[in-house]
């Protein structure tokens, strides 16, 4: 539906669930962008395939893709995946795609934010962006669902949120000038309890190190389950992250959640630390008004950026010697799903990882009930 609904989520008896309630499936974008991918994108769009091969093992998977890459995707992605034209300036869907609600009778709507690149001609990582801000309106028409188009820039890699009133963000996302200067903290806020239906909001001040979209939360620390929350740490103090993980921590480890219940914070080692070597650079365009690509930049590695699926995890790994015991980590904290390991440098070289391409599409119903 291309009109806008005019009133907001909280007033219509809508909510956003928590990652780990049940799916209809997942979306993502086909990567292309040639200053984002080096090679044309071809060690891009292998590792994007693996990632949607290994969700679609649990739910459905569906890939937009640009009308020049449609044939080419359809060979490379599995049969039983999903290939719709959806025209994008790149390939993040977390960022760009709806984020989605719904409420006690199983309806399910979208949330359409406006999306200016992480930070538009104020640092934001490439013009235009036009294509990407039509993604979720785009998605939302394909799948007949009801859409908000709340008037503030937001991407859906800026927080996380439990289903039951507790959210996360960081300082360092929603509060840069570049997004929205013309709010202040209690008015970002209200759009998060309008829009998203939460009453309590955690705030940490920053993100992930290096993270090229302004310390995005999906990067940092991620809900497990109600009540519960994994971090991405480093217990070496000398490394500039050292001191964001421990801030968040000790904040995360005092706060309550919208129920009252004391926070458990999990931690889990990041890779690393991984930087952009001379190979990785080779074949990427850098003109501007693309972000550059630079021999020896820090990436920003983390195993919080995985994708719940339906009865399975899909994480990111990077040929570090970190990977098994983060695995085994995951594997811990999901008892109740099967954790399937994507090798997903190429992905990060691009700025993000499994769960930045990731969207979630809710069933509308809670754990637990049958569909």
Known sequence: MYSAKLTTPRLDGFRMPGEFEPHKGCWMLWPRRPDTWRLNAAPAQAAF?????????????????????FDSARAMLLPEIQVVEIESDDAWMRDVGPTFVVNGTGEVRGIDWTFNAWGGLEGGLYHPWDKDDRVARTLLHLEGKTRYR?????????FHTDGEGTLITTEECLLNKNRNPGLSRIQIEQYLRDYL???KIIWLPEGLYMDETDGHVDNLCCFVRPGEVLLSWTDDTSDPQYHRSLHAYQLLSAATDAK???????????????????????????????????????????YVNFYIANGGIVMPLFDDPQDEKAFKTVEKLFPERQVRAVQSREILLGGGNIHCITQQQPSGLRAGRNE
Do not use: D, K
């Open 260 to 302: 009252g219940r004391p926070l458990t914070v999990h931690r889990i080692h990041q890779p690393g630390p991984l930087y952009r070597t001379e190979t990785e650079i080779l074949g990427a365009e850098t003109a501007p008004p693309a972000s550059p690509r630079i021999i020896g930049n820090r990436l920003a590695g983390s």
């Open 150 to 158: 709340p008037e503030i820039i937001m991407e859906g890699g800026a």
């Open 49 to 69: 395939a693996a990632v949607a091969a290994a969700i679609a093992s649990f739910e459905p998977v569906t890939v937009g893709v640009s009308r020049n890459q």
């Open 197 to 199: 239906c939460v009453e």
